[in-house]
């Protein structure tokens, strides 16, 4: 295992470091010691690497993620795993805002609560919170898959086009044209895998699903109000 | 992009390393604010009797000796006092606006940071660091303290854009955001007799809470007038002579996080300003929600 110390090295080193395997996979396991906040940890990895990170992470922490299984062992800032595309990334505690935003793919386990506008702009990724989500979440996303053990804040699901969308807890409030949507044989099955995959013990049963309801996608003069 | 700290200390035995605790919390926001630097630091309290101004001129060797024996004679009072570069405290036996009157008479050119019983302002345009290092910020003593480190959005790197803002006796507000309904608002506050120096719009939020609470409102209900009323980006902190307050718009857009031990409870922009606080590995941190008022306050 290579052990990298940031109050010893910086950031950039040991993104450089990281990014250099992508060429030559010589070392799998990385872990990050005394991260202390810092911004841009773990960022475009392009190997199957695992990365456990000791602490709290700053902003855009592996961001751009594909193919790598990173571990937050704390906190994680603003932006965690933006516009990954595939691999893992694990937040045990609380993330900050934007969570998984604009991620193509992959998985997003948060341990903790996310903030405000977990999931914006989601494009394929799925995200499992065992918390509570914050307002706006997946705000305009497009596919992929939010599953929330706890509560959602306000205006869940706004403009929202083909994620979908579990919660467990209750919904402050919905969205424009975001719907709660028949929990189907198909859905419990999805969810079922979603859960597993994240390693959350849930039932899949208790949890309601929420969708787009498809009003927005062509303007139509009636739904001016909504956009 | 500005980075906002704050430490309100709960157990009175740190209260002697404040300062020591707090400089570093200020450095780690210089990334997000590179061109001005200020505090409030609350303690060293003067009696109900006495009032503690804290008072800056440009010229590091004006004769702040001479505006004292000024007042003494003036307000048939004592003045003691002290400096610190281009800051002086004085604390006067007589009321603020006394004071206040002869300074603007006497001295038009000395500006009134602060005024109240425990509060002391101290700022300049510069790195937080050289800041820190020029008041001697590791040496202070207090309870409380709140800090503010500026990157300009809305108005010049002048001093007087320069964060903290005193907002009435004892009050101050740090401000990470930009407001969008500013000079309207001023602009109403000016009809209501509030007085603004700048064209900042982190004073209005500053002058709409003494105009809140100069109409009887708590701390409590002034930010909660505040958040009806106050349109664009914002997370506030707030000190008052003994209590410490962190306020997020309904959005939330800029950041804040909070951490609280039995010793402390300090908020930052970012949690890298939290790294060096003793206990903070096992802190209770977390995100302050939007549209709601952290209050911590502390018996008189």
Request: net charge negative; aromatic share 6%; hydrophobic share 40%.
């Amino acid at each position: 295992m290579k052990t990298i110390n940031l109050q010893e090295q910086s950031v950039r080193e040991l993104n450089q470091l990281l990014h250099d395997q992508a060429a030559e996979c010589t070392e799998r396991e990385w872990e990050v010691l005394e991260p202390k906040g810092a911004h841009n940890i773990a960022c475009g990895i392009d190997q199957s690497l695992s990365v456990d990170i000791k602490g709290h992470a700053g902003y855009f922490c592996a961001g751009m993620n594909k193919h790598a299984h990173i571990t937050v062992f704390g906190n994680a800032g603003q932006g965690v795993a933006e516009n990954m595309m595939s691999g893992t990334v694990r937040v045990k505690g609380d993330a900050s805002q934007a969570a998984g935003a604009t991620a193509h793919g992959g998985l997003l386990v948060i341990e903790g609560n996310a903030g405000a506008r977990c999931g914006i702009s989601m494009k394929g990724i799925d995200i499992v919170v065992k918390g509570n989500v914050g307002h706006m979440s997946c705000f305009m996303g497009q596919a992929g898959s939010l599953v929330v053990c706890g509560d959602a804040g306000d205006a869940l699901g706004d403009s929202l086009y083909e994620v979908h969308i579990y919660v467990k807890g209750d919904v402050k409030s919905l969205g424009a044209d975001c719907i709660e949507k028949e929990m189907r044989d198909e859905h419990i099955e999805e969810l079922t895998a979603l859960l597993n995959r994240a390693g959350v013990d849930e039932d899949p049963s208790k949890f309601k699903r929420y969708g787009s309801a498809r009003q927005l996608y062509n303007f139509k003069v009636d739904n001016a109000s909504a956009y | 992009m500005c980075g906002i700290v704050g430490l309100y200390l709960k157990n009175k035995a740190l209260e002697s390393e404040l300062g020591k605790l707090f400089t570093p919390m200020l450095i780690a926001m210089t990334d997000r604010g590179p061109d001005s630097a200020g505090f409030a630091i609350y303690g060293d309290e003067v009696g109900d009797d006495q009032i503690k101004l804290t008072l800056r001129h440009p010229d590091t060797n004006y004769d702040w000796s001479a505006l004292a024996g000024g007042l003494e004679k003036a307000l048939s009072t004592s003045v003691n006092w002290f400096s610190n570069s281009k800051v002086a405290v004085f604390k006067i036996g007589s009321d603020a606006a006394a004071a206040g009157d002869y300074i603007a008479t006497h001295a038009p050119d000395v500006q009134i940071l602060s005024a109240g019983q425990s509060i002391e302002i101290l700022k300049e345009v510069g790195l937080p660091e050289q800041i820190a290092e020029t008041f001697n910020l590791p040496a202070m003593k207090g309870s409380h303290i709140i800090g503010h480190t500026r990157m300009a959005t809305e108005s010049a790197v002048t001093m007087a854009g320069s964060h903290p803002f005193s907002t009435g006796q004892d009050l101050c507000l740090v401000h990470n955001g930009s407001l969008s309904n500013h000079n309207r608002l001023r602009d109403r506050l000016k009809r209501q007799g509030v007085v603004f120096e700048t064209e900042n719009d982190s004073e209005v939020a500053a002058g709409y809470l003494t105009w809140r609470l100069q109409q009887g409102d708590t701390l409590a209900e002034a930010l909660e007038h505040a958040l009806k009323e106050l349109d664009g980006f914002y997370t506030f902190a707030i000190g008052t002579r003994n209590g410490f307050a962190v306020l997020r718009d309904p959005i939330a857009c800029k950041p804040a996080v909070l951490a609280e031990t039995d010793d402390y409870v300090a908020m930052a922009s970012e949690y890298q300003a939290l790294t060096t606080l003793p206990g903070i590995e096992n802190a209770k941190v977390w995100e302050p929600e939007p549209a709601t008022l952290y209050v911590w306050e502390r018996e008189q």
